[in-house]
């Protein structure tokens, strides 16, 4: 039987798999609280609540990179909180985060603060470098 912990891993797991990677529109409703606050969003124009999180993955990242894998490397969950250490690696085809299109490859290193409650994402703070 999995503890509250692995639970909470798992859901990460899954919106990094289901909604980054696969753009899954149904895993981000269903992970992502109502009230949900992003403490870092990507950009200062861009809302720091729920509609800001899914127009910067659908809208931005998605369109600008293709071919985006997610590596998870590391997880430490404690309380209700999970931090994830991971890379979003894909091909830049568009301008993103202020770098013009190079047809490359790009990884961006994350390190994801998560704060969940009742199974669902209530806070988030990052950091990330892009390569």
């Given at each position: 039987m999995q503890t509250q912990l692995e639970k909470n891993?798992?859901?990460v797991t899954r919106f990094n798999k289901a909604f980054i990677e696969q753009g899954n529109l149904q895993a981000f409703e269903e992970i992502?609280?109502?009230?949900?606050?992003?403490?870092?969003?990507?950009?200062?124009?861009?809302p720091n609540g729920r509609e800001g999180v899914s127009n910067f993955i659908l809208n931005v990242l998605r369109v600008a990179v293709t071919d985006i894998r997610v590596e998870?490397?590391?997880?430490?969950?404690?309380?209700?909180?999970?931090?994830t250490r991971k890379a979003i690696i894909g091909k830049q085809v568009g301008d993103f985060m202020g770098k013009p299109a190079?047809?490359?490859?790009?990884?961006?290193n994350i390190i994801d603060i998560i704060r969940l409650r009742n199974g669902q994402y209530?806070?988030?703070?990052?950091?990330?470098?892009?390569?």
């Open positions: 891993k798992a859901i992502v609280a109502p009230d949900f606050i992003n403490h870092t969003a990507a950009s200062v124009n861009q998870i490397y590391d997880q430490v969950a404690e309380g209700d909180t999970v931090v190079t047809g490359q490859q790009i990884t961006m209530t806070e988030h703070w990052s950091l990330r470098n892009i390569q």
